[in-house]
């Protein structure tokens, strides 16, 4: 690996990680723009999102499986 012969078995991991990133950053899009996690202040009659913890758990997940499979593919973790 790293000498630009990529066989299937070693392109499977880097793969199935950029699989979680894409899944990921669309459940923390979905969990922001459902309707359930707003609401309305009483006292400023403002929307107000209220399901961040959710969100920066994907988000956080999202980052770590991408920086992982950035680095399988430059071969830094063989």
């Known amino acids: 690996m790293g000498d630009g012969d990529w066989s299937m078995k070693e392109l499977l991991l880097p793969l199935s990680l950029l699989l979680a990133t894409a899944a990921c950053a669309f459940i923390a899009h979905r969990v922001y723009r459902s309707p359930?996690?707003?609401?309305?202040?009483?006292?400023?009659?403002?929307?107000?999102?209220?399901?961040?913890?959710?969100?920066?758990?994907?988000?956080?997940i999202g980052v770590m499986c991408a920086m992982t499979g950035y680095l399988l593919m430059l071969g830094i973790l063989n």
């Open 36 to 60: 359930n996690n707003w609401h309305i202040d009483g006292e400023t009659k403002e929307l107000r999102f209220h399901n961040w913890p959710s969100v920066g758990i994907f988000v956080c």
